[in-house]
Structure formats: C-alpha cells, structure tokens
C-alpha cells in the first residue's frame, strides 16, 4: 500500500500560481502512476493531470493545457503540481491518487490522499 499526503494549497488571485505536492509514503513509489484530481463544491471530481511510473509520460484535462504541470520525483517520493495563470474556475479541492495500473479515471485509481484546498479570488 501506498501513503499519500498533498501539501500547497492556499488562497491565490487570478493569474497568480501555485505549486501542489503530494508526498508519498509505504510502497516503492515508482510502482506507481499519480494523478491529481480536483472536485468543486456541487460538482462530480475530474481528472486534472496523470503521469506515468517514470514521469515520461503525462495527460492533462483540456481545461488546464499548457497553464498545469505535473511531474515527479521518484528519490524523493513526490509529485507536484505546478499551477499557472489561475482562474476562478480551478477553485476546488485538489486530491493526489495513484494505482499500480495506468487508467485515467477517477473509479481506476485505489489510494487517494485528504486533499488541500485551492481558492483562487477574482
């Protein structure tokens, strides 16, 4: 079993960043894919971005291409998210999840983390 712990959450206005990490603990952590996930108030959680066991490869939702960045550090048991050009809409509670399988779907991933919550203000 794997361990997971998200960190970086805050209060941001709009256009301004953040950077999401999410700290893994247990099992050898490059058996593992990690994605992020987020989930609003009154609304289903969706996928954001999925990066492969080696971090050579990564999905993004199209609402967040080319403003998100995934990656991992497999030394040091962590994957972030780095967040760029924030909008309103990215408000949610940001969760870390990852599976020994690669699937991008919320119902495909088996260990999730608490979540941190990421307020962007216009």
């Known amino acids: 079993q794997v361990q997971l712990a998200e960190s970086g959450g805050g209060l941001v206005q709009v256009g301004g960043s953040l950077r999401l990490s999410c700290a893994a603990s247990g099992r050898t952590f490059s058996d593992y894919v990690v994605g992020w996930f987020r989930q609003a108030p009154g609304k289903e959680r969706e996928r954001v971005a999925v990066i492969n066991w080696s971090g050579g490869g990564t999905f993004y939702a199209n609402s967040v291409k080319g403003r998100f960045t995934i990656s991992r550090d497999n030394a040091k048991n962590t994957v972030y998210l780095q967040m760029n050009s924030l909008k309103p809409d990215d408000t949610a509670v940001y969760y870390c999840?990852?599976?020994?399988?690669?699937?991008?779907?919320?119902?495909?991933?088996?260990?999730w983390g608490q979540g941190t919550q990421v307020t962007v203000s216009s």
């Open positions: 999840a990852a599976d020994l399988n690669l699937g991008l779907g919320v119902e495909e991933f088996d260990y």
